[in-house]
Protein backbone atom coordinates (compact mmCIF):
# COMPACT_ATOMS: atom_id res chain seq x y z
CA UNK A 1 0.00 0.00 0.00
CA UNK A 2 1.46 3.74 -0.69
CA UNK A 3 2.35 5.96 1.61
CA UNK A 4 0.75 9.21 2.13
CA UNK A 5 3.36 11.38 0.25
CA UNK A 6 3.05 8.46 -2.65
CA UNK A 7 -0.80 8.86 -2.88
CA UNK A 8 -0.75 12.53 -2.36
CA UNK A 9 1.91 13.18 -5.36
CA UNK A 10 0.58 10.16 -7.50
CA UNK A 11 -2.99 11.45 -7.77
CA UNK A 12 -2.21 14.66 -8.31
CA UNK A 13 0.29 13.83 -11.50
CA UNK A 14 -3.01 11.11 -12.42
CA UNK A 15 -5.17 13.89 -11.90
CA UNK A 16 -3.47 16.54 -13.98
CA UNK A 17 -1.33 14.60 -16.22
CA UNK A 18 1.71 15.74 -15.80
CA UNK A 19 5.26 13.66 -15.61
CA UNK A 20 8.03 13.69 -12.45
CA UNK A 21 10.01 16.35 -14.58
CA UNK A 22 6.94 18.23 -14.84
CA UNK A 23 6.89 18.33 -11.30
CA UNK A 24 10.48 18.84 -10.67
CA UNK A 25 10.98 22.22 -13.73
CA UNK A 26 7.81 23.86 -11.73
CA UNK A 27 9.05 23.29 -8.05
CA UNK A 28 13.01 23.61 -8.85
CA UNK A 29 13.54 20.34 -7.09
CA UNK A 30 15.38 17.45 -8.94
CA UNK A 31 13.61 15.22 -10.71
CA UNK A 32 15.24 12.56 -9.41
CA UNK A 33 14.08 13.47 -5.62
CA UNK A 34 10.39 13.60 -6.86
CA UNK A 35 10.78 10.16 -8.27
CA UNK A 36 12.33 9.22 -4.93
CA UNK A 37 9.39 10.53 -2.98
CA UNK A 38 6.48 9.29 -5.71
CA UNK A 39 8.08 5.43 -5.25
CA UNK A 40 9.62 5.18 -1.98
CA UNK A 41 7.62 2.46 -0.31
CA UNK A 42 9.01 4.13 3.48
CA UNK A 43 10.23 7.57 3.79
CA UNK A 44 13.11 6.97 6.55
CA UNK A 45 13.42 10.71 7.36
CA UNK A 46 11.23 13.75 7.05
CA UNK A 47 12.60 15.69 3.58
CA UNK A 48 14.06 18.97 3.70
CA UNK A 49 11.87 21.76 3.71
CA UNK A 50 12.98 23.36 0.62
CA UNK A 51 12.02 20.02 -0.95
CA UNK A 52 8.69 20.04 0.68
CA UNK A 53 8.63 23.90 -0.85
CA UNK A 54 9.85 22.75 -4.25
CA UNK A 55 7.28 19.96 -4.08
CA UNK A 56 4.37 21.65 -3.33
CA UNK A 57 5.23 24.68 -5.99
CA UNK A 58 5.67 21.47 -8.33
CA UNK A 59 2.36 20.33 -7.41
CA UNK A 60 0.75 23.61 -7.22
CA UNK A 61 -0.50 22.23 -3.84
CA UNK A 62 -0.32 23.97 -0.28
CA UNK A 63 2.85 23.17 1.59
CA UNK A 64 0.90 22.24 4.75
CA UNK A 65 -0.82 19.68 2.95
CA UNK A 66 2.65 18.34 1.74
CA UNK A 67 4.33 18.39 4.35
CA UNK A 68 1.19 16.79 6.45
CA UNK A 69 1.87 13.69 3.74
CA UNK A 70 5.45 13.63 4.21
CA UNK A 71 5.14 13.50 8.07
CA UNK A 72 2.51 10.68 7.69
CA UNK A 73 4.59 8.57 5.24
CA UNK A 74 7.37 9.11 7.90
CA UNK A 75 4.36 7.94 10.16
CA UNK A 76 4.20 11.05 12.37
CA UNK A 77 0.61 11.92 12.83
CA UNK A 78 0.89 15.81 12.42
CA UNK A 79 -2.13 17.85 14.19
CA UNK A 80 -3.05 21.50 14.35
CA UNK A 81 -3.25 21.95 18.51
CA UNK A 82 -2.64 25.76 18.18
CA UNK A 83 -4.93 28.57 19.66
CA UNK A 84 -5.75 29.86 16.83
CA UNK A 85 -6.93 26.86 15.11
CA UNK A 86 -10.44 26.79 14.11
CA UNK A 87 -12.86 23.67 15.33
CA UNK A 88 -14.47 23.80 12.11
CA UNK A 89 -11.26 23.42 10.38
CA UNK A 90 -10.26 19.43 10.11
CA UNK A 91 -7.14 19.61 11.95
CA UNK A 92 -8.49 22.22 14.87
CA UNK A 93 -11.45 19.61 15.19
CA UNK A 94 -8.77 16.58 15.75
CA UNK A 95 -7.37 18.45 18.92
CA UNK A 96 -10.93 18.78 20.29
CA UNK A 97 -12.51 15.23 19.16
CA UNK A 98 -10.66 12.24 19.24
CA UNK A 99 -12.98 10.67 16.84
CA UNK A 100 -12.19 13.47 13.82
CA UNK A 101 -8.18 12.84 14.45
CA UNK A 102 -8.80 9.55 13.87
CA UNK A 103 -10.74 10.09 10.53
CA UNK A 104 -8.06 12.36 9.59
CA UNK A 105 -5.42 10.08 10.39
CA UNK A 106 -6.99 6.73 8.73
CA UNK A 107 -8.35 8.11 5.36
CA UNK A 108 -4.69 8.71 4.06
CA UNK A 109 -4.35 5.23 4.67
CA UNK A 110 -7.34 3.71 2.74
CA UNK A 111 -7.21 3.01 -0.89
CA UNK A 112 -8.21 5.56 -3.97
CA UNK A 113 -11.33 3.67 -4.57
CA UNK A 114 -11.77 3.43 -0.49
CA UNK A 115 -11.64 7.02 -0.30
CA UNK A 116 -14.00 7.67 -2.53
CA UNK A 117 -16.80 5.44 -0.62
CA UNK A 118 -16.20 7.53 2.52
CA UNK A 119 -16.13 10.55 0.73
CA UNK A 120 -19.56 9.47 -1.12
CA UNK A 121 -20.72 8.39 2.72
CA UNK A 122 -19.51 12.00 3.55
CA UNK A 123 -21.41 13.61 1.30
CA UNK A 124 -24.93 11.82 1.76
CA UNK A 125 -24.95 11.96 5.37
CA UNK A 126 -24.15 15.82 5.30
CA UNK A 127 -26.99 15.93 2.61
CA UNK A 128 -29.15 13.71 5.19
CA UNK A 129 -28.43 16.59 7.82
CA UNK A 130 -28.89 19.21 6.44
CA UNK A 131 -32.56 18.40 5.65
CA UNK A 132 -35.42 19.28 7.87
CA UNK A 133 -36.54 16.57 9.84
CA UNK A 134 -39.66 14.96 9.11
CA UNK A 135 -42.74 14.43 11.45
CA UNK A 136 -43.62 11.24 11.82
Do not use: F
Not at 42 to 56: I, K
Not at 86 to 92: D, K, S, T, V
Request: glycine share 6%.
Amino acid sequence: MANALQQLIREHLDRKGWSYGDVARRGGVPRSTVHHLATTERVVRMPQASTLEGLAKGLELPLESVRRAAAEACGIHVYDTSPGAEPNEPHGAAAADPEVALLIASVQKLSADDRRHVTALVESLLDRSSRPAKDT
